[in-house]
Structure formats: C-alpha cells, structure tokens
C-alpha cells in the first residue's frame, strides 16, 4: 500500500526558510516521479516543484531560485527546501507521487498524494 506523509510545515516569518519532507512506504521512490504541490481555499492546487527518476527537476516560475526539491532514495524520502519564502507562499503544501500522464507540475496527472502540512508565511 503506498503512503505518503509529510512534515516539516509551520509558520514562519517572510524571508524565513523551512524544509518540507515526505516519507514514503510501498513503493520504491527512485522509480517515480515526485512532487510538491500547494493549494490554498478557494483555488486550484498547483505545480511547486517535480523531480524524475533521472533526478531532472521542474519549478514554477514563481519559485525559482528560492525552492530546491531531492530526493534521498536511501530513506525513500522526498524534500522540499524552502528560502527566501514571502506572504504568497502559504499554503497547505502536499507530496504526490506517480504522474501517469501530463507534463511534471500537471497536479491532476499524480495518482498518490499524502494528507497535506501547512505553511504559513506571515509578512
């Protein structure tokens, strides 16, 4: 049975750093595509950060350069660091795994998603 769980979230102040991770049980990650995604109320959940198999990486243009996504394949754990956050960031952040379709932040293409951590950026 696969499972996805994350943690790592909280509040912290604008330009403050936290570091997301997802443990992962039932598969074997280095076999598929990983990611992070984020939803607050109201919108749809969006694309943050994908790696492959390969260890290639995707971001959204809106965190470029402040988030990095990896893997340790040796604890089957995925991470999502995260600097220079601003106000915009919050969100409840989710881990997803297997993309079955669709390009790597394409949210509705991940078969597997974890339960969720909350990050809040406050300004």
């Known amino acids: 049975q696969v499972q996805l769980v994350e943690s790592g979230g909280g509040s912290v102040q604008a330009g403050g750093s936290l570091r997301l991770s997802c443990a992962a049980s039932?598969?074997?990650?280095?076999?598929?595509?990983m990611g992070w995604f984020r939803q607050t109320p109201g919108k749809e959940r969006e694309g943050v950060a994908a790696?492959?198999?390969?260890?290639?990486?995707s971001y959204a243009d809106s965190v470029k350069g402040r988030f990095t996504i990896s893997k340790d394949n040796a604890k089957n754990t995925l991470y999502l660091q995260m600097n220079s956050l601003k106000a915009e960031d919050t969100a409840m952040y989710y881990c997803?795994?297997?993309?079955?379709?669709?390009?790597?932040?394409?949210?509705?293409?991940?078969?597997?998603w974890g339960q969720g951590t909350q990050v809040t950026v406050s300004s």
């Open positions: 997803a795994a297997y993309l079955t379709r669709g390009t790597l932040l394409d949210h509705w293409a991940y078969k597997y």
């Open positions: 039932g598969f074997t990650s280095n076999r598929y595509i």
């Open positions: 790696i492959d198999s390969n260890g290639s990486t």
